[in-house]
């Protein structure tokens, strides 16, 4: 019996927010992001750290629930944008965690990014942007971020945010199934006081 998970209760803004850095912009998604989320997405390199890589439907399915998040809220997971340099390279933000898991209630900082933006500091500059957002705008008292335990890139960007992680908190993710190599997750927290 799936475990009852109280509600958060968080601000919202009528419209769209975006977030800028000295070199990105997290906004609200746009149609034209769609053909390069659905390669991204379709790229075994990309889906790494993921069961499958996901087909063209699954892809769309998948950006409509993150836009209709930030249309409802206001904040999401947004679209990453390299002003005058990539009109699209991935999505990077914050996305309130449904998993059952021991942690859940949580607001979860997340990216996920297209090859051509790799290395470059990208995941760990926009996701700054979304954590003081979420610190000084919503208000949270913390933020966390998991991944499958073999994903040390992720966990990098983690530790470079000053997240920090307890092997208490590691977990099994329940919509991986029983046996598969990357069900083992690492969660990461950072507290506002840090």
């Known amino acids: 019996m799936a475990r009852q998970v109280p509600m958060l209760v968080l601000k919202t803004w009528p ?25 991204m997405n379709a790229d075994a390199r990309v889906r790494r750290y993921f069961p499958a890589t996901l087909g063209t439907e699954m892809a769309v399915q998948e950006a409509q629930r993150i836009r209709g998040a930030i249309a409802q809220r206001g904040w999401g997971m947004w679209a990453l944008e390299l002003p005058g340099s990539l009109p699209f390279a991935g999505t990077v933000g914050l996305h309130v965690t449904t998993i059952d898991a021991p942690f859940v209630p949580t607001v979860e900082l997340g990216w996920r990014l297209a090859p051509e933006a790799w290395g ?13 957002f979420a610190f000084e705008h919503l208000g949270l008292d913390e933020v966390t971020a998991y991944t499958a335990a073999d994903n040390l890139p992720s966990q990098a960007v983690m530790q470079r945010l000053g997240m920090q992680r307890s092997p208490a908190d590691d977990f099994d993710h329940p919509l991986v199934e029983a046996g598969h190599p990357l069900r083992p997750h690492r969660l990461f927290r950072l507290r506002r006081a840090t």
């Open 15 to 39: 419209a769209p927010l975006e977030l800028r850095t000295a070199r990105t912009l997290l906004r609200q998604w746009k149609e034209s992001d769609l053909p390069a989320w659905c390669a």
């Open 120 to 132: 470059r500091g990208l995941a760990t500059e926009a996701a700054q942007a979304a954590v003081r």
